[in-house]
C-alpha cells in the first residue's frame, strides 16, 4: 500500500484491494468521503485526522470485503458485438452467454459518466480489448465488455466497449434515495431473457 498526498484533506491510497480498504475505512471518524477506483481509493479526511495512523489500523481487517447486496439484471443477449465476440474468443455465441450470465460480479468502482459502474468477475476467455473505433452512440442499458471488466450503459453515450446485450434496468435514477443502482460493493448476477 502506497498512501500519496492529495491536497490539505485528502491522500489516495495505492493498494491491490481497493474495495476491501474501502469496506474496512467505511464508518471511520474523521472520514469524509471513500472513493475507490481501479488500483486506488481517494480518502478525504476532517483536518487533524491521523490518516496514516488509522490505514495501519484497517488493512489487517479479515472481513474488510464482505459481499454487498446482490442486483440481478435481466439481459437480451442480442448485442451488436456478440458474435464478433464469439470468433474472436474462439467459442459460439451461446458460450458467450453462458459465461458472462453464470459469473457473479462485484462493482469495483464507478466512473465514466454517473451509474457505470465498473464489474469485476469477467471469465478471461472474455477479456477482449475495446473497439479500435469507439461508437458515437450506445443505447442506454447496453450491458458490455471490455478488458477485464463488464459494465452497463446508463444512458446513450459515447463508448468502445463490446455490446452482448441489453437489460431496462434502471441504472441512474434521480428520484431514488440513492441514484445508482450499482454502487461499490454491490453483487451483480446478469440473467438471460
Same mark, same amino acid.
Do not use: K
Given at each position: 500500500?502506497?498512501?500519496l498526498?492529495?491536497? /490539505?484533506?485528502?491522500?489516495l491510497? /495505492?493498494?491491490?484491494?481497493?474495495?476491501? #480498504? &474501502?469496506?474496512? #475505512? =467505511?464508518?471511520?471518524d474523521?472520514? %469524509?468521503?471513500?472513493?475507490?477506483?481501479?488500483?486506488?481509493?481517494?480518502?478525504?479526511?476532517?483536518?487533524?485526522?491521523?490518516?496514516?495512523? $488509522?490505514?495501519?489500523?484497517?488493512?489487517?481487517?479479515?472481513?474488510?470485503?464482505?459481499?454487498? +447486496? #446482490?442486483?440481478?439484471?435481466?439481459?437480451?443477449?442480442?448485442?451488436?458485438?456478440?458474435?464478433?465476440?464469439?470468433?474472436?474468443?474462439? !467459442?459460439?455465441?451461446? /458460450?458467450? %452467454?453462458?459465461?458472462?450470465?453464470?459469473?457473479?460480479?462485484?462493482?469495483?468502482?464507478?466512473?465514466?459518466? *454517473?451509474?457505470?459502474?465498473?464489474l &469485476?468477475?469477467?471469465?478471461?476467455? #472474455?477479456? $477482449?480489448?475495446?473497439?479500435?473505433?469507439?461508437?458515437?452512440?450506445? +443505447?442506454?442499458?447496453s450491458?458490455?465488455?471490455?478488458?477485464?471488466?463488464?459494465?452497463v450503459? +446508463?444512458?446513450?453515450?459515447?463508448?468502445?466497449?463490446? !455490446?452482448?446485450?441489453? &437489460?431496462?434496468?434502471?441504472?441512474?435514477?434521480?428520484?431514488? *434515495?440513492?441514484?445508482?443502482? $450499482?454502487?461499490?460493493?454491490?453483487?451483480?448476477?446478469? =440473467?438471460?431473457?
Amino acid at each position: 500500500m502506497n498512501v500519496l498526498p492529495y491536497g /490539505e484533506s485528502a491522500v489516495l491510497v /495505492e493498494t491491490d484491494e481497493p474495495l476491501a #480498504l &474501502t469496506a474496512a #475505512l =467505511r464508518g471511520q471518524d474523521g472520514l %469524509i468521503e471513500l472513493v475507490p477506483a481501479a488500483r486506488t481509493v481517494l480518502v478525504r479526511f476532517t483536518p487533524g485526522t491521523d490518516v496514516r495512523t $488509522l490505514l495501519a489500523e484497517v488493512t489487517a481487517c479479515p472481513d474488510a470485503g464482505a459481499a454487498g +447486496p #446482490l442486483v440481478e439484471l435481466d439481459v437480451r443477449y442480442d448485442g451488436a458485438d456478440l458474435a464478433a465476440v464469439a470468433a474472436e474468443a474462439g !467459442l459460439s455465441a451461446g /458460450e458467450v %452467454i453462458e459465461r458472462h450470465s453464470s459469473a457473479e460480479y462485484v462493482v469495483a468502482f464507478c466512473g465514466f459518466s *454517473p451509474g457505470f459502474a465498473y464489474l &469485476t468477475g469477467l471469465d478471461a476467455a #472474455l477479456h $477482449l480489448p475495446r473497439l479500435a473505433s469507439p461508437r458515437t452512440s450506445v +443505447p442506454p442499458g447496453s450491458v458490455a465488455i471490455a478488458g477485464e471488466y463488464t459494465g452497463v450503459y +446508463p444512458r446513450s453515450s459515447p463508448g468502445g466497449w463490446r !455490446l452482448l446485450g441489453r &437489460t431496462d434496468a434502471a441504472l441512474w435514477d434521480l428520484a431514488r *434515495p440513492v441514484p445508482a443502482l $450499482l454502487a461499490p460493493g454491490t453483487r451483480v448476477r446478469f =440473467r438471460p431473457c
